[in-house]
């Protein structure tokens, strides 16, 4: 019975998500929020390889625009830097930013609370905002990049520390598609 409450807490959570996660409407198109779920992955301290966290998308279709939220604990933030990988392609959504600030949303180390959510129509730039960059913010880098590619695989956020003294956990991250079904 834990189990299933997990999985059902997991999933309204991911729901949530979608409507956080909100892309613009294109016709014909789907949305769906894909989520690491709560996985509190450490961030090695001054490591330029950092850590991966991978989503697997097993819906076929072509990206019409992505939405990137992360939740994200680290008591220095200006040391990390983010990226979103899909094959070889990658565009940095984050690094650098926020001076000494904590964190990157805020609330407990899973996937409930605020994230920071990663939005190319976003109003605020990432490089503008200030922790724990609760709500939407534009990426470093345009995430139209993906627009055109495949849904289906895996896709990975790449978090680094590349400086120093503190460490932290990249506790959960979602990935919102708006994307045309293919059969």
Known sequence: MRRRNAATALTVAAVGMLAILAVPSVAGAKSKAF????????????DPVGVFAPVGVGKKGTVKDVNVAVRISHPNVSQLSLYLFKGEKYVRLASGVGGAGNDFGSG???????????????????????????????????????????????????????????????????LGLKYKRQK
């Not at 989520?35 to 001054?46: E, K, Q, Y």
């Not at 849904?151 to 991250?173: E, I, P, Q």
């Open 108 to 174: 407990s180390p899973d996937c409930a609370g605020t994230f920071t959510i990663f939005d190319g129509a976003a109003p605020t730039f990432i490089q503008t905002g200030s922790p724990p960059f609760n709500g939407g913010f534009r990426p470093s880098e345009s995430l139209a990049v993906f627009n055109g590619d495949k849904t289906k695989g895996t896709w990975r956020l790449l978090a680094f520390d590349d400086a120093g003294g503190t460490s932290g956990l990249v506790n959960c991250w979602v």
């Open 35 to 46: 989520s690491s779920g709560p996985i509190n992955r450490p961030i090695p301290n001054n």
